[in-house]
């Protein structure tokens, strides 16, 4: 005996929906700014254009831009090294003259030879001779003993910001 009930046929199955914008015949489409699809240009995956990836490419391509530009513009401007020679001080500006290790001025005895340390506290340049009228005023010697004992060094320029290493000879 044969099986009397016969199933009906399948109806094939609608396709899925696709997100597809409503055309409107009144309304005629203009390309956009954003409108061309570069991946495809390129014949790039579209995965690239997950924000994931998208983050990771520019994030590397801006981290590569700035080692090239540091590597070729930054080394241009940076600032000399210099060699600070043993047994000075930092931004002192050291004196030729001074061949002994001398006390500073405040320690020595009254009368001693010294050294006395004075910044440059303008915005200019200034000679070491442009200190020795301020010397002569704090330590009461001749002005003419403070440059001769400062004869080299008198000329040299001081920084601003820079200490001056004047030295101050004996009033005995």
């Keep these: 005996m044969e099986n009397q009930f016969k199933a009906p046929p399948v109806p094939p199955k609608a396709p899925t ?30 995965k690239l254009l997950t924000t994931k990836y998208m983050t990771m490419i520019l994030g590397g391509t801006l981290l590569i831009g700035m080692i090239f530009g540091t590597a070729l513009f930054g080394g241009s401007d940076a600032a000399p090294v210099q060699t600070q020679q043993p047994g000075t001080v930092n931004g002192v500006v050291p004196n030729s003259d001074i061949t002994t290790a001398m006390p500073r001025c405040g320690i020595a005895e009254k009368g001693q030879a010294c050294l006395l340390y004075i910044q440059n506290n303008s915005r200019y340049d200034k000679t070491a001779g442009d200190f020795f009228d301020e010397v002569v005023r704090l330590m009461g010697v001749s002005k003419y003993s403070v440059s001769m004992v400062n004869t080299r060094y008198a000329k040299q320029r001081i920084k601003p910001g ?9 009033v005995r």
């Excluded at 820079?162 to 004996?170: F, H, L, R, S």
């Design 17 to 46: 929906p696709v997100f597809m914008p409503k055309e409107h015949p009144q309304e005629m489409p203009t390309k956009g700014l954003y409108d061309d699809n570069f991946a495809a240009e390129l014949n790039l995956p579209a």
């Design 162 to 170: 820079y200490i001056a290493q004047i030295k101050v000879p004996d």
